[in-house]
């Protein structure tokens, strides 16, 4: 089967930046894949080679099987993109921004005014359809861009940063619209930074810094990779922290604080949690009390992306800028 996205040694360069710097990457049909990493790492940059806006440098993208230069129409219809900047006509009513965005890909007007009314319900502004761009809330045009990006119905829907600066409600409604969307088959990309949002909507995530993949992986994976930490109260605490490495393989470190004793270890805490106990109850500890706090995705990043930057920090010029301060 063909991918959905299949890019390799991507690499785009502005000027002296390279905002792209071979970027290789895969995502399956019918998948909801996210696209995470901090400010300037590339994303939205990924996002623009994809529908055309940006002409990249070097390196190969496939939009289900079709070359994103070679076969621009096409791959331009099979996208609908929900922006990161505001780029609507500010001046039209909705109805017909979406309307005129049908007509471009081909529909006819008919159908293309069946299908904004459409796209404006299921986003929730059906009422403002005949209010222009410039006065809707700033949620409003959130909205708007997504009703933009599904009123051509398209097999890849790509959203960058969809839920930013949204209130808690408009984004549990995005979820569930783009949920919705992704169960009838559409494929999706999201890039957020919103940790969260990536945990519980992606299949898969990518963890990108300075133009590059750092990892794929599947939230659940990800979080496994971090450490979680087992606190364990105990009744009469000891003098010193009891060693138990032996017992529990996974343990990375073992603290006593008071009548705690804290103790991280490799993967899920869940899994390691009764066979610390059972070691702790072997050597004579009575136990009145256990908590377990998972490592979350959030950490993890910070971590994946942290390394790298510090990387970067040492060899690069960012450093002697920070001491000239
Ligand atoms: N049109 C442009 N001209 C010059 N440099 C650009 C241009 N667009 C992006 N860049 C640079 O390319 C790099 C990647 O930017 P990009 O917008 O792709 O990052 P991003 O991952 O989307 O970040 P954010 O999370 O802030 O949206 C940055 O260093 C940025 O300054
Ligand atoms: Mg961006």
Known sequence: ????????????????????????LAVERGEFFGLLGPNGAGKTTFINTLVGLVRKTGGEVRVFGDDVEDDYRKVRNSIGLAPQEFNVDRFFPIREVLMHKAGYHGVSEAEAKRRADEALELVGIYDKRHTRFDWLSGGMKRRLLLARAIVTDPDLLILDEPTAGVDVQLRHDLWEIINRLNDEGTTILLTTHYIEEAERLCDRVAIMDNGRKVTVATPEELMERGSDTITVELRDPPASAPRLDGAVTEIEDVRLEHDRLVVRVEGGG????????????????????????????????????????GEVERDGPERDTLEAY
Not at 1 to 24: H, N, P, Q
Not at 276 to 296: K, W
């Open 270 to 309: 869940g899994r390691v949690a009764p066979r610390l106990l059972n070691a702790l109850e072997d050597r004579g500890h009575e136990i009145t009390d256990i908590e377990i706090s998972r490592t979350s995705l959030e950490e993890i990043f910070v971590e994946l992306t942290e390394g790298q930057r």
């Open 1 to 24: 089967m063909t991918l959905a996205i299949e890019a390799t040694d991507l690499v785009k360069e502005y000027g002296d930046v390279r905002a792209l710097s071979g970027l290789s």
